[in-house]
Nanobody
Framework: QVQVQESGPGLVKPSQTVSLTCTVSGGSITTNYYYWSWIRQPPGKGLEWIGY???????YYSPSLKSRTSISRDTSKNQFTLQLSSVTPEDTAVYYC?????????????WGQGTQVTVSS
């Protein structure tokens, strides 16, 4: 049974970098052929895909966020991390990590509970 859990600071100031970590248990983040995504949901809005890191370590980001986004992993800890730089209040959202069996279709079989990130001065 795969479980994923997000963690990180709940409150950050504008212009700072948000760093969130997803810890995976019950499965390896290097297992073929899975993709590990970050997804967010701003208040009152729908889900927005941010990017993924694949089983191979390859990354792919939403074009609208690519310039500010970095996803990395620590295979020894079975964790992957989202860094979102130069944040503004528009980045306030619940952030989720999730697993997908494909890098081309937004289908997810395991989700974390989500973690609130609020950008405010």
């Amino acid at each position: 049974q795969v479980q994923v859990q997000e963690s990180g600071p709940g409150l950050v100031k504008p212009s700072q970098t948000v760093s969130l970590t997803c810890t995976v248990s019950g499965g390896s983040i290097t297992t073929n052929y899975y993709y590990w995504s970050w997804i967010r949901q701003p208040p009152g809005k729908g889900l927005e895909w941010i990017g993924y890191i694949a089983y191979s370590g390859s990354t792919y980001y939403s074009p609208s966020l690519k310039s500010r986004t970095s996803i990395s992993r620590d295979t020894s800890k079975n964790q992957f991390t989202l860094q979102l730089s130069s944040v503004t209040p528009e980045d306030t959202a619940v952030y989720y990590c999730a697993r997908s069996p494909t890098g081309h279709v937004p289908e997810y079989d395991y989700w974390g509970q989500g973690t609130q990130v609020t950008v405010s001065s």
